[in-house]
C-alpha cells in the first residue's frame, strides 16, 4: 500500500521570455493520511506553485512539466483530464488560498456564496444548501451561523473572514486541505486561533493537511513534519522537533535565525 498523497521526481519550468525557469525541482515527498504536514521557505521559494500544481490550478501555456508524478491515493494527478480534477477539487482536495480578504466575492452574502460552492459540487435544493452551510459555519466555531449567512464579506473580521474560507473550503467534504499562508494578513492572536482550529478539525474530521508558510513557528503549531523548500527544491525533511531543534541545512539554519 502506497502512501496516501506522494510526490517523485517532480520538475516544472516556467517559460518566460528569457526561456525556462525552473521552478519547481522535488525529488520525493510523502503524507500520511491524517497527517498534517508543512512546507516552510522563504517568499519565492515555490510553495503557490507547488500548491497550484498539486490542484492542477497552473496554466499548461506558462508552464512546462519536464517530469513527475503526484499521486493522492494511488492516483497521479498530473495524469488527469480537466474534468477528472474539477471533480478532485473541492470534492477531493480543497484550498484555502494566501490571501482570505480575496477569497470572498464582495458583492454576494456568505450564505450566497457558500450555497453556490455547495450547489456546485452536490446536486440539492437550495434550502438543503442553506442547512449544510450553516452546518459548516458552526463547524468552524462562528457563533450565530443564521445571521452570518446574511452578511456580506467585510461585515465580518479577517479572522471571521478566514473561518468562512475555511468553512467553504470544508463544505464539500474534501479530505485532503492545503492550506497556503491562511493567517498571512491576520493579526497575531487571530492567527493562533484560525491555526487552533484547522489543527482541531484535522482530528475531528480525519483529514489531511499541507500546510504552507514562510514561518516556522507558524508551522511547528499544526505541523508534526515540516519539508524545507529553497528555490524549489525540498533541502530538508523531518520531524518538526528534528527540523526545528537540530536542522542540518545551513539554509534552514539561516531561517530558523530570521524568524527569532
Ligand atoms: N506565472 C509565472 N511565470 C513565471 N514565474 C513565475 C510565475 N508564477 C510564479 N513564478 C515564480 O516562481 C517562483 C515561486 O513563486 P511562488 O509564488 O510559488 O512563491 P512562494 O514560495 O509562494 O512565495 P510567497 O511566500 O511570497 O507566497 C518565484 O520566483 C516566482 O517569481
Ligand atoms: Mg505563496
Same mark, same amino acid.
Given at each position: 500500500?502506497?502512501?496516501?498523497?506522494?510526490?517523485? @521526481?517532480?520538475?516544472?519550468?516556467?517559460?518566460?521570455?528569457?526561456?525556462?525557469?525552473?521552478? #519547481?525541482?522535488?525529488?520525493?515527498?510523502?503524507?500520511?493520511?491524517?497527517? %498534517?504536514?508543512?512546507?516552510?521557505?522563504? %517568499?519565492?521559494?515555490?510553495?503557490?506553485?507547488?500548491? #497550484?500544481?498539486?490542484?492542477?490550478?497552473?496554466?499548461?501555456?506558462?508552464?512546462?512539466?519536464?517530469?513527475?508524478?503526484? #499521486?493522492?491515493?494511488?492516483?497521479?494527478?498530473?495524469? #488527469?483530464?480537466?474534468?477528472?480534477?474539477?471533480?478532485?477539487?473541492?470534492?477531493?482536495?480543497?484550498?484555502?488560498?494566501?490571501?482570505?480578504?480575496?477569497?470572498?466575492?464582495?458583492?454576494?452574502?456568505?450564505?450566497?456564496?457558500?450555497?453556490?460552492?455547495?450547489?456546485?459540487?452536490?446536486?440539492?435544493?437550495?434550502?438543503?444548501?442553506?442547512?449544510?452551510?450553516?452546518?459548516?459555519?458552526?463547524?468552524?466555531?462562528?457563533?450565530?451561523?443564521?445571521?452570518?449567512?446574511?452578511?456580506?464579506?467585510?461585515?465580518? %473580521?479577517?479572522?471571521?473572514?478566514?473561518?468562512?474560507?475555511?468553512?467553504?473550503?470544508?463544505?464539500?467534504?474534501?479530505?485532503?486541505?492545503?492550506?497556503?499562508?491562511?493567517?498571512?494578513?491576520?493579526?497575531?492572536?487571530?492567527?493562533?486561533?484560525?491555526?487552533?482550529?484547522?489543527?482541531?478539525?484535522?482530528?475531528?474530521?480525519?483529514?489531511?493537511?499541507?500546510?504552507?508558510?514562510? @514561518?516556522? %513557528?507558524?508551522?511547528?503549531?499544526?505541523?508534526?513534519?515540516?519539508?524545507?523548500?529553497?528555490?524549489?527544491?525540498?533541502?530538508?525533511?523531518?520531524?518538526?522537533?528534528?527540523?526545528?531543534?537540530?536542522?542540518?541545512?545551513?539554509?534552514?539554519?539561516?531561517?530558523?535565525?530570521?524568524?527569532?
Amino acid at each position: 500500500m502506497g502512501k496516501y498523497f506522494e510526490i517523485n @521526481n517532480l520538475v516544472l519550468d516556467f517559460k518566460t521570455i528569457d526561456g525556462d525557469f525552473r521552478a #519547481l525541482n522535488i525529488d520525493h515527498l510523502d503524507i500520511d493520511n491524517g497527517e %498534517s504536514f508543512g512546507i516552510v521557505g522563504e %517568499s519565492g521559494a515555490g510553495k503557490t506553485v507547488l500548491a #497550484l500544481t498539486i490542484l492542477g490550478l497552473l496554466p499548461p501555456t506558462a508552464v512546462r512539466i519536464r517530469s513527475g508524478e503526484i #499521486l493522492l491515493e494511488g492516483t497521479d494527478l498530473l495524469k #488527469l483530464g480537466k474534468k477528472e480534477l474539477m471533480n478532485i477539487r473541492g470534492k477531493k482536495i480543497a484550498m484555502i488560498f494566501q490571501d482570505p480578504m480575496s477569497s470572498l466575492n464582495p458583492v454576494f452574502t456568505i450564505g450566497r456564496q457558500m450555497e453556490d460552492v455547495i450547489r456546485c459540487h452536490r446536486k440539492i435544493s437550495r434550502a438543503n444548501a442553506r442547512a449544510e452551510a450553516i452546518k459548516a459555519i458552526e463547524t468552524v466555531r462562528l457563533p450565530d451561523a443564521e445571521s452570518c449567512l446574511g452578511k456580506y464579506p467585510h461585515q465580518l %473580521s479577517g479572522g471571521q473572514r478566514q473561518r468562512i474560507v475555511i468553512a467553504l473550503a470544508l463544505s464539500c467534504k474534501a479530505d485532503f486541505l492545503i492550506a497556503d499562508e491562511p493567517t498571512r494578513n491576520l493579526d497575531v492572536t487571530i492567527q493562533a486561533g484560525i491555526l487552533k482550529l484547522i489543527d482541531e478539525l484535522r482530528k475531528e474530521l480525519g483529514i489531511t493537511v499541507l500546510y504552507i508558510s514562510n @514561518n516556522f %513557528s507558524l508551522a511547528s503549531v499544526v505541523c508534526s513534519r515540516i519539508a524545507v523548500l529553497r528555490k524549489g527544491s525540498i533541502v530538508e525533511c523531518g520531524a518538526r522537533e528534528e527540523i526545528i531543534g537540530h536542522p542540518q541545512d545551513e539554509y534552514t539554519k539561516l531561517l530558523l535565525k530570521v524568524g527569532e
